[in-house]
């Protein structure tokens, strides 16, 4: 009997294949999709491209291994923000303003108290009367009017030059007095008789006697010298510069892991 005998029955198609006997014949199988495990892409490196990195540019002080030396001392006296403007508009409105006084209460008094008594104000307390100086203010260094007309050159000519970088209010006002004062005590000295540089400046205040002999006969422009002197002077003791900046002592530098530093 051959052996190729055909079979009656059916052959199960090869997609029934692999199928388990719990299955029912003739369902497809759907096996899950692989996941595709894409290989990571490597950078080309900079060397075998031919492209060179461009340096990272980091802060100075600011580097993630260690703070920068030179770094932390800049920052300690760094200046943050921009500077204050000048001052120059204050100091000259002040000085502006008290030369006009000076000149208008000189005028005043050549004009109503030269030749006259003495007026007494304020129960004696102040004197109008009038004295030509040839001297300084309060009555000093008479004799020597055409040095002090040099020396009121000289101030005038140093508050200007110090004038573009002055950013202190205070020193304004300070030398915006003094500036004022010394200007019209010398007009005095250029303009008035016996002639230029030798002239008497106009005195006509007075205080607790009429002729002086309490205390020397003065001027507004006296006035304004020694207040904006006291003022520029209690400024530099409070370490106060005219170019804005205040001066601390430093505090005492800090212990390391409880040793100090040496010296």
Known sequence: MDTDLVSDEPKAPEKDAGKTSDEPAGKVVEKPAEPQVSEPETAASPVLSGEVPEPEMVPAGKSGDAPAETGQAEE??????????????????????????????????????????????????LYLTFVRNPGAAFGLGEGMTWILALIALGVA???????RNLRSQGW???????LGGAVGNLADRLFREPGPMRGHVVDFLSLFDPYGRVWPVFN???????????????????????????H???AAPAEADGQPEPK
């Open 76 to 125: 300690e006296f760094s200046i943050t923000g921009s500077l204050p403007e000048p001052r120059t508009r204050t100091l000259g409105i002040l000085a502006a303003g008290v030369l006009a006084l000076d000149v208008l209460t000189k005028v005043v008094s050549v004009a109503f108290l030269e030749g006259g008594d003495p007026i007494k104000l304020f129960g004696g307390v």
């Open 220 to 246: 507004v422009a006296d006035m304004a010298i020694i207040g904006g002197g006291v003022t520029i002077i209690v400024l530099a003791l409070m370490q106060h510069d005219y170019d804005g900046t205040v």
């Open 157 to 163: 000519g140093f508050i200007f030059w110090i004038s």
């Open 248 to 250: 601390r002592e430093s």
């Open 172 to 178: 304004a006002v300070g030398l915006g007095l003094v």
